[in-house]
């Protein structure tokens, strides 16, 4: 069984995608949060491993969830954005993010090299 991801995006498209290639890549997606409100109620009923997060939340910015997250005892939140990491400049360096990965480059190669897993 590879590590449980908890899927955070307000898209459902991008949801399904995302839960598609983390199972075919090993990892066991057991829940999603369509805001950082059901994100933080999901958090806390199923411990994930890793929050993979959208920055752009309909409740909330992501980036502010990513503390809440780890403050649940989340071990990992991977920020994902359709836009590309500099647009948000230092706030990504200060959150409690792991990692970033933008949406067009999400692979199961790219997020275990984030979570520092290997294959």
């Known amino acids: 069984m590879g590590l449980s991801v908890l899927i955070v995006?307000?898209?459902?498209?991008?949801?399904?995608?995302?839960?598609?290639?983390?199972?075919?890549?090993?990892?066991?997606?057991?829940?999603?949060?369509?805001?950082?409100?059901?994100?933080?109620?999901?958090?806390?009923?199923?411990q994930p491993d890793v929050a993979l997060v959208d920055v752009g939340l309909p409740d909330r910015d992501g980036i502010d969830l990513a503390g809440d997250?780890?403050?649940?005892?989340?071990?990992?939140?991977?920020?994902?954005?359709s836009r590309e990491a500099g647009a948000y400049g230092p706030r990504l360096r200060v959150s409690r993010a792991l990692g970033f990965i933008a949406k067009s480059d999400l692979s199961t190669a790219r997020l275990r090299a984030v979570l520092g897993t290997a294959p």
């Open 69 to 81: 997250l780890a403050g649940q005892g989340v071990p990992a939140t991977v920020l994902v954005s």
């Open 9 to 46: 995006d307000d898209h459902d498209d991008f949801r399904t995608f995302a839960r598609l290639l983390l199972e075919s890549g090993g990892f066991t997606v057991i829940g999603e949060a369509a805001d950082a409100a059901s994100a933080l109620t999901e958090a806390q009923r199923l």
